[in-house]
């Protein structure tokens, strides 16, 4: 396989992503959209790592953006939580505290 | 077709339809469900692209972790009876519009590149991978054996590019990208707890 058929993976996944974020109301989906992005940036960073001379460096910036995925994924967890249990829902729509 | 082709095909079909089908599931619980099922895949194709670190980092991590704790997300955030949290036919319509445009844009661009030339202009003439930069110990990458060279690299240490017969360089790894980013994870789960900590709940006054 070549290079390019990795790269358009990566690149449905970064769509689906976009798209998950732009519709989903729910909280948690906004944040699965996320996860989706960031996986199709892992899977570029790692067919760059495996076809081009960046070489370990590639897989070690796909293993930090996994490690800050998951950082990501707890606090905006958190959030929500806490955004729950003040307003009893989770829809992103009704989060117009700020006016913004 | 040869092995590496079809597992390729198989990885990426899932990967793809259970990105896609995130997308389209409206129930956070199923979505969570496609997520597994589409991160599970990627990290098979991290196994094909010769990263079995990053890979079983994926499968522990992400599914193993983040999932889990998006399920538990998903379980205390129960939606009420009255709020259906449904996106609107016109807005799916649209977001359909955009993505189809965006996935276009995105996908002529990876094919009108020439990656073999590109490849070959960035490589300057190295082969793609240095095996005589590789000591013994260190596998070759087609081995399947990144743990050692990372923890290395993660260290501060490249021996995959130092240390090897008639090498002049000296490459530094990422031991301060490292303990930034471990001390990173641990704030950031310290604040988790505090913000995510139970306490009274207060009425809604909306």
Same mark, same amino acid.
């Given at each position: 396989?070549?290079?390019?058929? %990795?790269? *358009?993976?990566?690149?449905?996944?970064?769509?689906?992503?976009?798209?998950?974020?732009?519709?989903?109301?729910?909280?948690?989906?906004?944040?699965?959209?996320?996860?989706?992005?960031?996986?199709?940036?892992?899977?570029?960073?790692?067919?760059?790592?495996? %076809?081009?001379?960046?070489?370990?460096?590639?897989?070690?910036?796909? *293993?930090?953006?996994?490690?800050?995925?998951?950082?990501?994924?707890?606090?905006? *967890?958190?959030?929500?939580?806490? %955004? %729950?249990?003040?307003?009893?829902?989770?829809?992103?729509?009704?989060?117009?505290?700020?006016?913004? | 077709?040869? +092995?590496?082709? =079809?597992?390729?095909?198989?990885?990426?079909?899932?990967?793809?339809? +259970?990105?896609?089908?995130?997308?389209?599931?409206?129930?956070?619980?199923?979505?969570?469900?496609?997520?597994?099922? @589409?991160?599970?895949?990627? @990290?098979?194709?991290?196994?094909?692209? #010769?990263?079995?670190?990053?890979?079983?980092?994926?499968?522990?991590?992400?599914?193993?972790?983040?999932?889990?704790?998006?399920?538990? +997300?998903?379980?205390?955030?129960?939606?009420?009876?009255?709020?259906?949290?449904?996106?609107?036919?016109? &807005? =799916?319509?649209?977001?359909?519009?955009?993505?189809?445009?965006?996935?276009? =844009?995105? +996908?002529?661009?990876?094919?009108?590149?020439?990656? &073999?030339?590109?490849?070959?202009?960035? #490589?300057?003439?190295?082969?793609?991978?240095?095996?005589?930069?590789? #000591?013994? !110990?260190?596998?070759?990458?087609? &081995?399947?054996?990144?743990?050692?060279?990372? !923890?290395?690299?993660?260290?501060?240490?490249?021996?995959?590019?130092?240390?090897?017969?008639?090498?002049?360089?000296?490459?530094?790894?990422? =031991?301060?990208?490292? &303990?930034?980013?471990?001390?990173?994870?641990?704030?950031?789960?310290?604040?988790?707890?505090?913000?995510?900590?139970?306490?009274?709940?207060?009425?809604?006054?909306?």
């Amino acid at each position: 396989m070549d290079l390019s058929s %990795y790269l *358009l993976v990566g690149a449905v996944l970064f769509v689906a992503g976009i798209v998950c974020m732009a519709t989903k109301r729910n909280g948690i989906g906004v944040l699965m959209g996320v996860e989706l992005v960031l996986n199709g940036a892992n899977i570029n960073f790692v067919a760059f790592a495996n %076809y081009t001379r960046l070489g370990l460096d590639g897989q070690v910036i796909s *293993l930090f953006v996994i490690v800050l995925a998951a950082a990501e994924a707890a606090v905006a *967890l958190a959030i929500a939580l806490s %955004y %729950y249990n003040n307003h009893l829902t989770i829809d992103v729509d009704q989060a117009n505290q700020l006016k913004g | 077709m040869t +092995g590496h082709q =079809l597992l390729f095909w198989i990885f990426a079909a899932v990967t793809c339809g +259970g990105a896609i089908a995130v997308v389209l599931t409206q129930n956070v619980v199923r979505m969570a469900f496609w997520l597994i099922v @589409s991160l599970g895949a990627s @990290s098979g194709l991290f196994f094909l692209l #010769n990263a079995d670190f990053v890979g079983t980092a994926q499968l522990l991590v992400y599914v193993g972790g983040t999932l889990v704790l998006m399920v538990f +997300g998903v379980m205390l955030t129960a939606s009420g009876p009255f709020s259906k949290m449904q996106t609107r036919p016109g &807005e =799916l319509f649209l977001a359909g519009v955009v993505a189809f445009l965006l996935l276009g =844009l995105l +996908g002529s661009t990876v094919c009108s590149v020439d990656w &073999e030339r590109v490849v070959a202009a960035t #490589n300057d003439g190295h082969p793609v991978v240095d095996r005589q930069a590789l #000591n013994h !110990g260190y596998n070759l990458p087609q &081995e399947g054996n990144t743990g050692h060279p990372l !923890g290395m690299a993660f260290l501060g240490i490249r021996p995959d590019r130092d240390l090897g017969v008639g090498s002049k360089t000296f490459s530094n790894g990422y =031991l301060l990208p490292f &303990e930034i980013v471990s001390v990173h994870l641990l704030v950031v789960l310290i604040a988790a707890a505090y913000l995510a900590r139970a306490k009274r709940r207060v009425a809604s006054d909306d």
